[in-house]
């Protein structure tokens, strides 16, 4: 099999637009965690969802019960949630780090009692002064129309009601692909691709496939997960910024140059090194995410969960994260999910491999 093979039967793009157009606001995963599971089920051998939400499937290794890895994916998603009715629209704040600018004449749906077609608007400009067309969208300028009459408005919606942005993902040339939800709907597929790969596959270790909630609110979800499955070993799967204009060059990676894998204090040497020459040894393309402090990503509360734990990070670099128009290479999740698979393989069955030097 070479670098850019697919497991048997996959389609990875498919796969990503059903995820990507789920809905999944942090704090309300719970039909994007259905859909997951469908995908998850008959990949492991358990399968539960914890109190906070996170879905973990469990496969079991060749010596289980033994040594333990934690593969981390959240599913949630950045989005809005309902503040006010006001005079037949909707007032509304971001849940998670959602882009202002991003957010005029986006269509949405406000999942009140039912779901609710909608869309953002704004005051039109030819009623705006030429200060007011200079300056840039705030939120308070911007509002929910769903079309229905004032006094109609409570019967359907109230206030907490999540919204989640509305878009079809789409292929683009080059093997590109672009929709909402990308973060992290990405590494959702890459997680689930890996394991098709692991089922031809002979693994020592037991595998905690844990697709997390609440990531984009503070990394809630690998915190209590991390915490109760105990892992020996972690590995986070998330997003990072590619290439694009406007983007530092020492902050974005290029995209179909395959998996990022991460480097800095947040991630353990020893391990990222394992990925490293593993991706070598399979001649999987690769580049060096440098990350100097908080990645940023669940494997930021993994590595401090109760005594410490070896974390490594794998990212897919994507385009305009955190608007509805994020967009991802396909092969870059095909790469990233065969980089993780062999490197599942390849863990040490003594973990004193792992120790940190500690002399002076």
């Known amino acids: 099999m070479n670098s850019d093979s697919q497991p048997q039967g996959s389609d990875c793009f498919s796969l990503l637009k059903e995820l990507s157009e789920t809905p999944g606001v942090s704090g309300q995963e719970d039909r994007i ?6 995908h998850l089920a008959p990949l492991v051998d ?8 996170n879905l973990t499937g469990l496969k079991r290794g060749n010596d289980s019960p033994g040594k333990r890895v934690m593969l981390a994916a959240h599913m949630d998603e950045i989005g ?26 986006q269509e949405v749906t406000v999942h009140g009692r039912s779901d609710l077609p909608g869309l953002i608007a704004s005051r039109p400009p030819h009623v705006l002064s030429h200060e007011e067309r200079e300056k840039p969208f705030a939120q308070a300028d911007l509002f929910i129309d769903v079309g229905l009459p004032a006094g109609d408005l409570a019967e359907y919606i109230s206030v907490g009601d999540f919204i989640s942005i509305h878009r079809c993902a789409g292929r683009l040339g080059n093997g590109y692909a672009s929709g909402k939800a990308f ?11 890996a394991l098709h790969i692991l089922q031809q596959r002979s693994c020592a270790w037991d595998i905690f496939a844990v697709v997390t909630v609440q ?29 694009q204009q ?7 990676l290029p995209m179909g140059g395959g998996p990022a894998i991460g480097l800095g204090p947040n991630l353990h040497p020893v391990l990222r090194k394992l990925l490293v020459d593993t991706a070598e040894r399979n001649e999987i393309p690769f580049t060096n995410e440098v ?7 669940d494997a930021w509360t993994m590595q401090v ?23 991802v290479a396909l092969k870059d999740i095909d790469r990233s999910a065969r980089l993780l698979a062999e490197t599942i393989c390849e863990l040490p069955d003594d973990l004193s491999a792992l120790a940190l030097d500690d002399r002076a």
Do not use: C, W
């Open 246 to 252: 406007g983007a530092a060059a020492e902050e974005a």
């Open 183 to 193: 973060d992290n709907r990405v590494s959702v597929v890459v997680l689930l691709q």
């Open 291 to 297: 990350l100097p402090g908080n990645s940023g990503t």
């Open 305 to 327: 969960s109760r005594s410490g734990i070896p974390t490594a990070l794998i990212s897919v670099p994507i385009r305009n994260m955190h608007t509805p128009a994020e967009t």
């Open 33 to 38: 965690r259905a859909r997951v599971s469908d």
């Open 46 to 53: 358990e399968l539960h969802t914890d109190t906070l939400g």
């Open 80 to 105: 809005l949630i309902v503040t006010r009715l006001e005079e037949g629209f909707l007032r509304f704040a971001p849940v998670g780090g959602v882009d202002v600018g991003a957010l005029p004449a």
């Open 215 to 243: 990531e984009e609110i503070g990394l809630r979800g690998a915190k209590t997960a991390a915490f109760q499955v105990v892992p020996d070993v972690g590995i986070a799967l998330d997003v990072t910024y590619a290439e």
